[in-house]
């Protein structure tokens, strides 16, 4: 009885401080750690995947000529690109968040969102005006859509809001939004710097953003945001790889990491905005320089992975 009991309480310690050395604050360094577990769709190998029928369809509708672009590194109206996010410890007091739009299918709170959170674009920006929380202890994240604070942060209005135990991820509802337009998580989609520099690998899957999608989604996805019906253009969710024929040898630095890792897990489509827009998050020590290279990268060097059942309604 006591060797049990121990036992179960070495595993609630463990539980409850999954990554105790990771540090806290805005942009934290996370180590290069994946977010999702070893087996989930953002960390899958894709490279043997079979391509989909409508491959060079969609490729054409979203821009075979047009180059892949990097939606971070770089400062924007006076902000950093790219969506920020923020570490908190698991006793970080939690704050009620007030949803408009799509309380229905948002995950109620109170989130633990600090008062300083970093807003996606800045304070005053009137975008997407994203919020992301991770919880370190708990392997828990937290992500608002059009975030803003009231009362100095002691409380939040959002668009959208959802919740990832990152420990065991659970897909949304069907047709159910997130702080996404997919209805996916957003961080374990965005690169960061201490992988794409630090660990100097890319494991996972990243986020993409097209101007016209279709009003479809496919797995892992959960949603769409379009009124458009046209087979030929992008569903939510659709993944599309680097074809392995293309020849990396010429890249160098941030820029080969990221396209060896886009011929290995590809990237998923979870939002509107610019076309091949990679989504990444902010850091002081992104060169930009060292990833201006993948806009050499056209639309016809890519594949769309085989989709799964596609939902229309």
């Not at 919740?163 to 996404?180: E, I």
């Not at 890519?302 to 309604?313: D, F, Q």
Request: charged content about 25%; overall charge negative; glycine content about 10%.
């Amino acid at each position: 009885m006591k060797t049990a009991t121990l036992l179960l309480c070495v595993f609630t310690a463990c539980a409850l401080a999954q990554h105790p050395e990771l540090k806290t604050g805005p942009n934290a360094d996370l180590g290069g750690a994946l977010l999702m577990p070893a087996g989930d769709e953002w960390n899958r190998d894709v490279s043997k995947d079979e391509v989909d029928p409508l491959s060079d369809a969609i490729i054409a509708a979203i821009g075979a000529e047009k180059g892949l672009h990097e939606d971070f590194g770089l400062v924007w109206q006076g902000q950093p690109g790219g969506i920020p996010y923020y570490v908190v410890s698991g006793d970080q007091p939690k704050v009620p968040v007030i949803f408009r739009e799509a309380k229905d299918e948002s995950d109620p709170g109170p989130y633990p969102i600090p008062p300083d959170a970093w807003i996606e674009g800045g304070s005053q920006s009137d975008g997407d005006r994203h919020v992301l929380v991770l919880d370190k202890d708990n392997w828990k994240l937290y992500e608002i859509y059009r975030a803003f604070p009231l009362s100095g942060g002691k409380e939040w209005q959002a668009y959208s809001g959802s919740v990832f135990d990152l420990k065991a991820p659970k897909p949304r509802p069907a047709g159910w939004t997130s702080a996404d337009a997919a209805g996916l998580p957003i961080m374990p989609g965005l690169a960061r710097y201490d992988e794409i520099c630090g660990t100097k690998k890319l494991a996972h899957a990243l986020r993409f953003t097209v101007k016209k999608s279709r009003r479809a989604y496919v797995p892992p996805a959960t949603h769409f945001a379009s009124p458009h019906k046209d087979d030929n253009l992008p569903p939510m969710g659709m993944r599309v790889r680097l074809k392995a024929s293309f020849d990396t040898s010429r890249f160098s630095g941030a820029a080969k990491v990221i396209l060896e890792g886009l011929k290995t897990h590809g990237m998923i489509l979870a939002d509107n905005g610019g076309d091949w827009f990679i989504s990444g998050a902010p850091d002081d020590r992104w060169h930009h320089e060292e990833l201006l290279p993948i806009r050499q990268v056209k639309g016809r060097e890519l594949e769309v992975v085989k989709m799964g059942p596609m939902t229309t309604r």
